[in-house]
T-cell receptor, first 110, second 114 residues
């Protein structure tokens, strides 16, 4: 079945440093979504990428979808303490099933 | 509008018992998905319901079952509980089952099996 791998599992940065998490799917995706889960909270939708090679920005966050629609990345520029949390990618396959990666836990040292 | 509501928020059960968790989706949403979240495994897909029909199923044993009612509310049931079933169970609703459907998550039900 469809598998979505996400790396790294953990990332600790100093405030102001950049952060990137990567997502790879075993199959071609219809689209990919990104979620953020704050400690003790529930996943919250950030964005969806649909087109091959698509790049979207949300303030300091940049999301990319690979040309083959099998990989994606989330890059945060100049991290802040408010960025702390676990970032999940979720790939949607042809059967509409949303498969989540295991997430990257980001901690930020002020 | 109100978000996704899951009840109860916390639950402690004994091995061998069964449990039923409830999820009320956002008004107008017809798709409900269930996930199991554990520290080591992340978000594991359980099943998805759309218009009272199970549309997708994850790789969980038959002890895990669910259903959806005509008002889109959903329940999931776990029978013969095992210690390993201790987890946060998250429900997510979407407006449709379409490929562009964004998932809105509830706060989850934290189940502890002792």
């Amino acid at each position: 079945g469809q598998q979505v791998m996400q790396i790294p599992q953990y990332q600790h940065v100093q405030e102001g440093e950049d952060f990137t998490t990567y997502c790879n799917s075993s199959t071609t995706l219809s689209n990919i979504q990104w979620y953020k889960q704050r400690p003790g909270g529930h996943p919250v939708f950030l964005i969806q990428l649909v087109k091959s090679g698509e790049v979207k920005k949300q303030k300091r966050l940049t999301f990319q979808f690979g040309e083959a629609k099998k990989n994606s990345s989330l890059h945060i520029t100049a991290t802040q303490t408010t960025d702390v949390g676990t970032y999940f990618c979720a790939g949607r396959g042809s059967n509409y099933k949303l498969t989540f990666g295991k997430g990257t836990l980001l901690t930020v040292n002020p | 509008k109100a978000g996704v509501t899951q009840t109860p928020r916390y639950l402690i059960k004994t091995r061998g018992q069964q449990v039923t968790l409830s999820c009320s989706p956002i008004s107008g949403h017809r798709s409900v998905s269930w996930y199991q979240q554990t520290p080591g495994q992340g978000l594991q897909f359980l099943f998805e319901y759309f218009s009272e029909t199970q549309r997708n199923k994850g790789n969980f044993p038959g002890r895990f079952s669910g259903r959806q009612f005509s008002n889109s509310r959903s329940e999931m049931n776990v029978s013969t509980l095992e210690l390993g079933d201790s987890a946060l169970y998250l429900c997510a609703s979407s407006y449709s089952q379409g490929f562009s459907a964004e998932a809105f998550f509830g706060q989850g039900t934290r189940l502890t099996v002792v």
